[in-house]
DNA sequence: GTTCTAGAAC
DNA sequence: GTTCTAGAAC
């Protein structure tokens, strides 16, 4: 898992660590050396997720912290992501979030253990169900204890076929209801591996609701969609990469499949279902809309809207989405992509 | 969404 | 000549 820390910009203190997950509170005090009466003693309190590469900011104090521009107000909490500014108070004292991979501590042999006892269920909610089913391609070849036939191939039961039934466009609705694509399930949601995972860990979040698409979510959904997240998130606590690995949740503006899904993925692109232009950019573009985004959006405007020529961007150059630098071919993006990869 | 392939790009 | 893309068909 990268390494998440605060750097001061004016170089004014050392970096500051912040773990995974772990709030911390900052203000006036000697780890900033911030000594403006302006600045709360706890100003904001801060939690990193380095799994997906961002952290959050909560105001406390009364006067302004800001994120580039803008205000977090008293009682607010926003994200920062790398690239961005925090100002601790009144547009002054300017920090970045820095994420690096962490190759200083090489994992425990029990660490390494922990994630294929596959035993214990995922924890939050009560009635979640754990399938059994290893959760990823990637590390299937070396991990499969497995112990029942291979699975073999049902053709869809329901041979009812209305012509809209059996278009492609609704391949999610048929893989969703299928026990061997299931990775989890509960009451309002279930987890399938993409067929066409376009990175070593793909996931699919899909609800049992049939919602067609972005555009048919209102404010009573919103619940559903933190589930959705929620659930996400705990796809990668049972990861076994992804203390190595970033990840993005996220939907698609303009989906080509029916029903709305939540994608969970990995950011190493390594996968040979990765192929042309459209997919690239669908995951590093303003075309994938990051979960906490559309939820924002519903909370706040009671719908989700999407900005005008977003599918334009499937047709933007292929630029790294880790080091910007564009790349003329897919199989040139994908060597380069390698050198990325974590060791 | 994928597959297939003509023809552009090299 | 080969590689690669982009558009049609599914």
New binding site residues.
């Given amino acids: 898992m990268p390494v998440c820390s605060l750097v001061s910009e004016d170089d004014s203190h050392k970096p500051i660590q912040l773990h995974h997950q772990q709030s911390v509170t900052l203000g006036r005090g000697p780890e900033t050396k911030i000594k403006d009466k302006k600045c709360s003693r706890e100003q904001v309190e801060l939690r990193a997720d380095c799994n997906r590469g961002f952290i959050t900011v909560k105001q406390l104090g009364v006067n302004p912290t800001n994120v580039d521009n803008v205000v977090v107000g008293k009682g607010n909490q926003v994200t920062v992501k790398p690239g961005q500014r925090l100002y601790m108070v009144n547009q002054q004292y300017p920090y970045r979030v820095r994420f690096t991979e962490d190759t200083s501590t090489p994992r425990s042999a029990a660490e390494l253990s922990k994630p294929s006892k596959r035993a214990h269920r995922m924890s939050s909610e009560g009635n979640a169900e754990k399938i059994k089913s290893p959760a990823n391609t990637a590390s299937d070849h070396h991990k499969m204890s497995d112990d029942s036939p291979p699975p073999k191939k049902i053709p869809p039961s329901g041979s009812d076929k209305s012509e809209s039934a059996g278009h ?1 466009s609704q391949g999610l609705k048929v893989s969703m209801q299928d026990p061997k694509m299931q990775v989890y399930k509960d009451d309002r949601v279930v987890v399938i591996k993409d067929k ?1 995972p376009k990175a070593r860990y793909h996931w699919l979040v899909l609800p049992w609701d049939s919602i067609s698409s972005l555009k048919a979510l209102r404010s009573e959904h919103v619940e559903l969609l933190k589930h959705m997240q929620r659930v996400g998130d705990q796809m990668l606590q049972q990861c076994p990469d992804a203390h190595k690995l970033r990840f993005r949740l996220g939907y ?1 503006a303009i ?3 029916s029903h709305v899904h939540l994608h969970v993925i990995s950011q190493d692109f390594d996968s040979p ?1 990765l ?3 459209k ?1 690239w950019n ?1 995951f590093t573009t303003d075309y994938f809309v990051e979960s906490q985004d559309v939820i924002a959006m519903l909370e706040h405007d009671g719908k989700v809207t999407v900005k005008e020529g977003t599918s334009e961007s499937l047709k933007l150059p292929l630029r790294c989405h880790l080091c910007r630098k564009e790349q003329p ?4 993006l994908k060597e380069h992509l390698k050198t990325h990869l974590p060791s």
């Fill in positions: 492609w066409y698609h989906p080509s499949m279902c192929k042309n232009k997919h669908s071919t897919i199989p040139k």
